[in-house]
C-alpha cells in the first residue's frame, strides 16, 4: 500500500471502525480513538512532505491500479505541486475539529467524529486522484458526511441549509459527470485525467467542456452570484462543519479549476477568462461590501470566505506565475485563517449560544487569552503583512498588476473591505466596554481551547512569517501548468 | 423428437415445479404458525435452483431445447439465478410481516411465490412468442392471488382488483401485438422471426404496428410512464411483503423478455422501437421523479421511483443500434443489465428494512413513521440510508455506477442527441434525490416519534447485513458485476 492510499484510508478505516462502535455511553473512549486516527492520518503526510522532491512538475508517489476494467477505470493517484499542500492541510483541519468537538458535541459522539474523519479521507481523495471518475466519487461522496454532518448537529435552520448544500453542489457535479463521460469517449476510452490534458479538442467542445466543469467548481468554490448556498450553510453547520467546509471543501472546487478546466479546455479558459475575472471581481469588491453589513458572525466571515476565494480564482484566470501561485498560497493560508475564524466564533457561541454580534462587546475584558488569539486570526484575515493571509493575497495582486494595471489596483482596493469588516466585528465583539451580562460571565479558554488556538496561530504565523517551503514546491508544476494552459489545443 | 439435451435446458425448472407442487402437499400437514418446514423446504429449493442457474450461467454455453422452444444462455442464466435469489431474500424479509397479519395461515404465500418463479423462468428461457406469454401469464396470475393474500383487507383487495384488470388489459395488447407479428412472418419462434423481419420480405406496416402493440405492453409489465397508473396503487396496496415480490425479482423477467422480444426477435426494427423507447423513458424520467416529491406515503414514493428507475433501465436500451451499426449494443444492453441487477439489490434492502419496521397492527408505510431512526436503531437507519444514496445515484454506492454505465452507453455514442439525452436524464436524477435525501432527512435528522427499538430474527438480520454489505461493495468495487453482465450480454447475442 502506497503513501497516498494510507494517507486516504487511514481515516477512513478509524472513521469506519468509529461508526460501528454504537451509543454513546463510550463517547470517551470514542473521543479518544477519533484523536488517535486523526493524529495517524497527520502523521502519515509526514513521509509524503520529506519525500516530496522539489523542483519537478511531475506526479509523485504515483499509484496505478485498474479498478474498473470494464471503463477503463483506474484507482491512479498522484500529488504534484498544486495538489500536494491539500493533503497535510485536511489532515491537520480534521486534527482540529476533533478536538474542537470533545466536550461540545455530547450526542451522537461516534457518528460525529466518524463523520468527520471519513470526510477528512475522502477530501485527500479528491486531491490525489488522478482518473476523473475516482475524482468524481471522492469528490460527490464528500456530499453525503458533510449532508449528515449539517443536518444533525447543525442549528435550529439545519434542514434547510443540510438541502440546500446537497442539492446546490449536486446539480453542478452531475454536469460535470456527463462532461467527464464526454472526455472518456473522446479520448477513446480513457478517464486518465493526464490523457485528457494531451487529448486535443476542438473550439466547440471545449466551450461546453468548461461551462459544464464551471457549474461544478463555481458552485462548489463558490463564485458570484452562485454563492449563496455558503452563508446559509455556514450559520447552520455546526462549528466543526464550518471549519472544515471553508477551510478544505470550498477547495476543492478551486483545486477543480487548475486540474480539469484550464489544462483540458485552455483555449476555452483563455477566451472566458474575462468572465471568470469579472465575477472573482465582483465577489471581492461586492461580496466584500455585503459583508460589512453583516448582523451575524458566522455569515460574516462566510462572506469574507467568498471574498478570498474570489482572490484565488482571479490569481488562476490571470495566467502568470505569481497569479496561480498566488491563488494557490491563498488557498491554503484561507484554510487556516477561516478554520481559525469559524473556531474562534465556536469559542464564544459554545458560551453565549448567540452568533448576533450585538450579543457581545468587551469580551477582552473577561477573556484576555481568547482576544489576543481572535486579534491575532482578525488581522490574518485582512492580510497584516507576517500572517498568512498577506503573502497569497500579496501575490495576486502583484501578479495582476502584471497583467494589467486597473485590475491590479481594482484588486488591491478589495483589500480595504477585507480589513474595514473583519477589524469592525474585531471592535464590536471584543473591545469597549462590558454591555451584558453574558459577557460578564465568560469564563477564557481552558487548556483544551488553547491548544486549537495555538496550533492555528503557529500555523498562520510560520506560512506568513516564512513561506518559501509552501511556494518551492509548486513553482514548477505551476510552470509547467502555464506553459500548457498557453499552448492551443485546437486542431 | 425430443433429447436429452432438451431436458439439460430445463432441469432447473422442473425441480422448481416438482418442489412447488411438493411443498403445496406437504404444507396441508404443517401447523406451526410461521409454517417454518414449509420456509425451510422453500429456501432450500430455492438455493439449489439459483446454484444451478449459477452453475450452467459459468460454463457461458447456449443450449436451445424442444425445437428452439426454450433457450438456456449466460443471459437468462444469471437472470433466473438473480431471480431466485431475489426471491428467497424476499421471503426471508416477508416472513416475520406475512405471519403477524395471518397470511400464513396458509402455505400460499410460498408456493405462489414459487409459481411466480416459474413463470419468470419461463419468460426467460422462452424462445416462442407463445412460450413468453405462457410464462407471463403464470407470474402475473400467482402475483395477482398474492396480492390478494390478506383477503379481509380492504385496500389490498381493491389493488389486487386493479393489479388484475390492468394486468388484464396489458397481456391482451401483448398477445394482441404477438399476433400481429406471427401474422407477417409466419412464425412464433424469435429466430425465425428476426429472419423474417431481417429479409426485408415482410410489410413493414404490419410489422410496426404489432410492434406497437408489443411495446406497450412491454410497458405495461416495466410499470413505464404512460401505463404506470396500477405501480402507485398496487405498490401501496399490496401487503409490504407482496409488494417486495412483485417489485423486486420479476423486474429481471420483465428486462429479459424485452430483450427476447425487442432485440432477439426485433433487431431489425430497433429505429422503430427505440424511438419508442426514448419517449417512454423520457416521460418516466419526468413523471416518476416529479411525482415522487409529492409522496407521503413511503411505498407511494418507491413506486415513483421504481418508474423513474425503469426509465433509467429503458434510457440503456436505446443506444443499441446507432445509425444503423449494432456495434454498440453489447455496451448498451449490458449497462442496462447492470442497472437492473443494482435496482433490485437495493429495493431488497429498502423494503427489508419497512418489513421490519412494521409491527403487528402497524404498517410503517408513511414516510413520517421512520422518523429518528437513527436513534431507535443506527444499523437499520444506515441500511436503509445506503439504499436511499444508493438509489440517487451518490457515489460511492452502487447505484452510481448503474447510473454511470447507463449514461456512458448514451454519451459514447457522440451523437448530440444522445448525449442531450443524458443531460436530460442527470438532471432529473437530482430532483429524485430531493425526495430520497428526505426520507434520509427523517431518519437522521427527526426526533423519533416512539422509543421501541427495532429487533428482528437472526436470519433477517443476516440476509440483510449481507445485502446491504453487497450495495457498499459493490460501490466500492463493482468491475466484477459489470463484466458478468457484459459477458453474459456478449455470449448471449453472439450465438
Known amino acids: 500500500m502506497g503513501l497516498l492510499s494510507l494517507a486516504i484510508w487511514t481515516p477512513i478505516v478509524f472513521g469506519v471502525v468509529l461508526l460501528a462502535l454504537g451509543r454513546d455511553e463510550h463517547a470517551k473512549v470514542v473521543r479518544w480513538i477519533a484523536l488517535i486516527g486523526a493524529v495517524c492520518g497527520l502523521l502519515v503526510t509526514w513521509p509524503l512532505y520529506t519525500g516530496f522532491e522539489i523542483g519537478t512538475s511531475a506526479m509523485q508517489f504515483v499509484e496505478n491500479v485498474s479498478w474498473i476494467e470494464r471503463f477503463n477505470i483506474h484507482y491512479h493517484l498522484g500529488l504534484d505541486g498544486i495538489s500536494f499542500w491539500f493533503v497535510p492541510l485536511t489532515a491537520f483541519i480534521t486534527v482540529i475539529v476533533v478536538i474542537a468537538g470533545w466536550e461540545v458535541i455530547t450526542e451522537r459522539v461516534n457518528q460525529y467524529m466518524g463523520a468527520f474523519l471519513i470526510l477528512s479521507g475522502l477530501m485527500i481523495g479528491v486531491f490525489s486522484a488522478l482518473d476523473g471518475m475516482l475524482f468524481y466519487v471522492f469528490f460527490e461522496a464528500t456530499l453525503i458526511p458533510m449532508y449528515l454532518i449539517i443536518g444533525i448537529w447543525g442549528g435550529p435552520n439545519k434542514i434547510y441549509a443540510a438541502f440546500k448544500f446537497f442539492l446546490y453542489t449536486l446539480l453542478g457535479s452531475l454536469l460535470t459527470l456527463v462532461a467527464l463521460i464526454y472526455l472518456y469517449a473522446a479520448s477513446g476510452g480513457s478517464f486518465d485525467i493526464q490523457t485528457w490534458h494531451k487529448l486535443p479538442l476542438g473550439s466547440t467542445a471545449q466551450t461546453l467542456l468548461f461551462f459544464a466543469f464551471f457549474a461544478a467548481f463555481a458552485v462548489k468554490v463558490p463564485m458570484w452570484p452562485v454563492h449563496t448556498w455558503l452563508p446559509d450553510v455556514h450559520v447552520e453547520a455546526p462549528t466543526g462543519g464550518s471549519a472544515v467546509l471553508a477551510a478544505i471543501m470550498l477547495k476543492l472546487g478551486a483545486y477543480g479549476f487548475l486540474r480539469f478546466s484550464m489544462p483540458i479546455a485552455p483555449d476555452a479558459s483563455r477566451e472566458w477568462a474575462w468572465l471568470i475575472i469579472g465575477l472573482s471581481l465582483t465577489a471581492v469588491i461586492y461580496v466584500g461590501l455585503v459583508a460589512m453589513v453583516q448582523k451575524d458572525m458566522k455569515k460574516l466571515v462566510a462572506y469574507s470566505s467568498v471574498a478570498h476565494m474570489g482572490f484565488v480564482t482571479l490569481g488562476f484566470f490571470i495566467f502568470n506565475d505569481l497569479g496561480v501561485a498566488g491563488g494557490l498560497v491563498q488557498m491554503i493560508a484561507h484554510g487556516f485563517v477561516s478554520g481559525a475564524m469559524f473556531l474562534s466564533i465556536g469559542v464564544l457561541y459554545d458560551r453565549v449560544h448567540s452568533r448576533e454580534i450585538a450579543s457581545y462587546g468587551g469580551v477582552v475584558n473577561t477573556m484576555p487569552k481568547f482576544a489576543a488569539f481572535a486579534l491575532l486570526f482578525s488581522m490574518a484575515n485582512c492580510g497584516l503583512p507576517g500572517t498568512a493571509g498577506f503573502v497569497g493575497e500579496w501575490m495576486v495582486i502583484l501578479g495582476a498588476v502584471q497583467s494589467n494595471f486597473w485590475l491590479g489596483l481594482l484588486a488591491a482596493s478589495a483589500l480595504i473591505f477585507g480589513a474595514a469588516y473583519t477589524l469592525w466585528m474585531f471592535k464590536r465583539v471584543y473591545l469597549g466596554p462590558v454591555t451584558n451580562d453574558h459577557v460578564r460571565e465568560l469564563t477564557d479558554i481552558n487548556a483544551r481551547e488553547f491548544l486549537i488556538m495555538t496550533l492555528l496561530a503557529i500555523a498562520v504565523l510560520a506560512m506568513g512569517l516564512y513561506p518559501k517551503p509552501f511556494t518551492d514546491v509548486m513553482n514548477a508544476s505551476v510552470t509547467d501548468l502555464l506553459q500548457h494552459v498557453a499552448a492551443s489545443k485546437l486542431n | ?495
Not at chain 2, 153 to 173: D, I, N, P, Q
Not at chain 2, 342 to 369: H, K, M, N, P, Q
Not at chain 2, 379 to 397: D, Q, R
Open chain 2, 1 to 495: 423428437m425430443i433429447d436429452k439435451l432438451s431436458w439439460i435446458t430445463i432441469y432447473p425448472e422442473v425441480i422448481l415445479l416438482a418442489m412447488a407442487s411438493v411443498i403445496a402437499i406437504l404444507d396441508l400437514g404443517v401447523s406451526s404458525p410461521r409454517r417454518t418446514a414449509t420456509y425451510l423446504l422453500t429456501v432450500i429449493t430455492l438455493v439449489v435452483v439459483a446454484g444451478m442457474q449459477a452453475l450452467y450461467a459459468d460454463s457461458g454455453q447456449t443450449f436451445y431445447g424442444f425445437n428452439g422452444m426454450v433457450v438456456s444462455d449466460p443471459m437468462g442464466n444469471w437472470l433466473k439465478c438473480f431471480a431466485s435469489v431475489a426471491v428467497l431474500v424476499t421471503l426471508v424479509y416477508g416472513r416475520p410481516y406475512a405471519s403477524e397479519r395471518g397470511m400464513l395461515r396458509g402455505g400460499e404465500l410460498f408456493t405462489l411465490s414459487l409459481f411466480a418463479l416459474l413463470g419468470m423462468f419461463v419468460m426467460i428461457s422462452g424462445n416462442n412468442f407463445l412460450l413468453i406469454y405462457l410464462g407471463l401469464e403464470l407470474l402475473t396470475l400467482s402475483s395477482y392471488a398474492l396480492v390478494a393474500l390478506r383477503r379481509d383487507h380492504a385496500t389490498s383487495s381493491e389493488a389486487a382488483m386493479k393489479y388484475f384488470v390492468l394486468g388484464a388489459l396489458a397481456s391482451g395488447f401483448l398477445l394482441y401485438g404477438l399476433s400481429m407479428l406471427y401474422g407477417a412472418t409466419g412464425s412464433l419462434d424469435l429466430g425465425q422471426v428476426f429472419k423474417a423481419v431481417g429479409s426485408g420480405q415482410v410489410d413493414h406496416q404490419v410489422l410496426v404496428f404489432g410492434l406497437v402493440f408489443v411495446v406497450a405492453g412491454l410497458a405495461f409489465k416495466l410499470g413505464v410512464v404512460p401505463f404506470h397508473m396500477w405501480v402507485p396503487d398496487v405498490y401501496q396496496g399490496a401487503p409490504t411483503a407482496v409488494t417486495l415480490m412483485i417489485g423486486g425479482a420479476p423486474k429481471f423477467a420483465a428486462f429479459a423478455i424485452v430483450i427476447r422480444l425487442l432485440v432477439e426477435g426485433l433487431l431489425p426494427l430497433a429505429i422503430d422501437w427505440q424511438q419508442m423507447l426514448l419517449v417512454l423513458s423520457v416521460c418516466s424520467l419526468l413523471i416518476g421523479n416529479l411525482v415522487g416529491v409529492v409522496q407521503t406515503n413511503l411505498k407511494r414514493m418507491l413506486a415513483y421511483s421504481t418508474i423513474s428507475q425503469m426509465g433509467f433501465v429503458l434510457l440503456g436500451l436505446i443506444p443499441g443500434v446507432v445509425n444503423g451499426t449494432t456495434l454498440p449494443a453489447a455496451n448498451a444492453y449490458s449497462s442496462a443489465m447492470f442497472y437492473v441487477v443494482v435496482y433490485v439489490l437495493t429495493t431488497l434492502a429498502t423494503f427489508g428494512v419497512i418489513l421490519l419496521l412494521a409491527r403487528e397492527g402497524f404498517e410503517s408505510e408513511e414516510i413520517s413513521d421512520l422518523a429518528g431512526l437513527n436513534q431507535r436503531s443506527p444499523f437499520y437507519a444506515a441500511v436503509m440510508s445506503v439504499c436511499l444514496f444508493s438509489m440517487a445515484g451518490i457515489p460511492p454506492l452502487a447505484g452510481f455506477y448503474a447510473k454511470l454505465s447507463v449514461l456512458q452507453a448514451l454519451v459514447t455514442t457522440g451523437e448530440n442527441g444522445y448525449i442531450a439525452l443524458a443531460v436530460f436524464a442527470v438532471l432529473m436524477s437530482l430532483i429524485g434525490a430531493f425526495y430520497y435525501l428526505r426520507v434520509v432527512k427523517v431518519m437522521y435528522f427527526d426526533q423519533p416519534l416512539t422509543a421501541t427499538t427495532v429487533s428482528a430474527p437472526a436470519d433477517v438480520r443476516i440476509v440483510m447485513s449481507i445485502n446491504a454489505a453487497l450495495i457498499l461493495l459493490l460501490g466500492l468495487l463493482p468491475g466484477g458485476l459489470m463484466t458478468l453482465c457484459a459477458r453474459a450480454i456478449v455470449l448471449t447475442l453472439g450465438s
